[in-house]
Structure formats: structure tokens, C-alpha cells
């Protein structure tokens, strides 16, 4: 399955705790952890300062506790838990598939479940507000949407659509009728 992996896993960059400017590049490769740093200093001493760079493999990110602390200062204690799994070789492959294939995926969920998925990740919280995805949700439930209907869900949105109860549907495409007209009017 490593092989499915893109050469770049993970690459973030970021600059330093305040008051610096420095810039920093953490870059993990399938094989390599790569910490690269630019100084930014108005002081003449470091002015000619040139970037830096450390690779490191994964065995020798894990024991070098000097860079783990680098990259927990720049960038936090999460992206260094998230680091030390990708060299320990557990990789998200769910986190790597496509939008529109988790899209797609979602959407067979029960209405708890994708409750429920949409609490796990900023991710995952996007994707089940998505438009698209609650798109497809109210076409697979219901049997006939009209022309009306759909550009109701256009305006209003598609999760809006799905929630919205009978009665109220029908009082907003009336509105909608009256301040767009009905697009059989416009035909000639």
C-alpha cells in the first residue's frame, strides 16, 4: 500500500514564535524529514545570514529530539504527533482520497451517521454542509424535483431544501414565482 503514497506526505510551513520573522519548511518525504529555515533579521549579523536546511530519515527524526522540539515550537504538538505517525508508517489513506469521492462515499451514510462524521474534522464538517453533497442526498430521496424546485435549492440550498418541511416549500415557490416569474413565461 506505500507504493500508492505520493514521494510528499505531508509539507507545512509557518513562521517563528514572535517577535522573530524566521520562516520554516517542515517537508516529509516517504522516506525523508526535511526541516528547512530562512532568517529574516534587520540585525547586520545576520543580515548575510544564507537558509538552512536539515534531512533527517524517519528513523533518525524519531531519536533527534532537538528538531522534534523545533517543530513543536513552529508548529505545535499536534503536527509533531502527526509527523512522528507518518515515521511510524501510519498513514491516513482516508484523509488522502478526493472531495468528490468522499462526497460520494457520504452519501450513502444514514442522516445520523453523517452527523456524526461531520464532528471528526474541519474536513469531514465541510464536506457534509457541502451543497453538493446534500444535493445528492435529496435527489436520492426524492422521486420527482422540478425545474422550480431545483432552482428553489439553488437559491435557498440544498440542505435548507432537504429540511424544509411541505408547506413551506410550497410558500417560497410561490414566492419565487412571483418575484422571477415561472420559466415556462420566459420561454417565447
Not at 422550480?148 to 440550498?157: F, R, T, V
Request: charged content about 25%.
Amino acid at each position: 500500500m506505500a507504493s500508492w503514497l505520493p514521494e510528499t506526505l505531508f509539507e507545512i510551513v509557518g513562521q517563528g514564535p514572535a517577535p522573530s520573522k524566521d520562516y520554516y519548511q517542515l517537508l516529509v518525504t516517504r522516506s525523508q524529514v526535511i526541516f528547512r529555515w530562512w532568517k529574516i533579521s534587520l540585525r547586520s549579523e545576520y543580515r548575510s545570514t544564507k537558509p538552512g536546511e536539515t534531512k533527517e530519515t524517519h528513523e533518525d527524526f524519531l531519536e533527534n529530539s532537538n528538531l522534534q522540539v523545533q517543530v513543536a515550537l513552529i508548529f505545535g504538538s499536534r503536527i509533531l504527533d502527526y509527523v512522528f505517525n507518518l515515521c511510524y508508517g501510519k498513514f491516513d489513506f482516508l484523509e488522502r482520497l478526493s472531495d468528490d469521492l468522499l462526497l460520494s462515499i457520504i452519501s450513502y451514510l444514514d442522516l445520523e451517521d453523517v452527523a456524526r462524521l461531520s464532528q471528526t474534522s474541519h474536513r469531514f464538517a465541510k464536506l457534509c454542509l457541502s451543497d453538493k453533497l446534500w444535493e445528492q442526498i435529496v435527489l436520492s430521496c426524492c422521486d420527482t424535483i422540478t425545474s422550480d424546485m431545483k432552482a428553489l435549492a439553488e437559491d435557498i440550498g440544498w440542505r435548507k431544501m432537504f429540511f424544509t418541511n411541505k408547506l413551506q416549500h410550497q410558500r417560497q415557490l410561490r414566492r419565487r414565482k412571483q418575484k422571477y416569474g415561472s420559466p415556462r413565461e420566459k420561454q417565447p
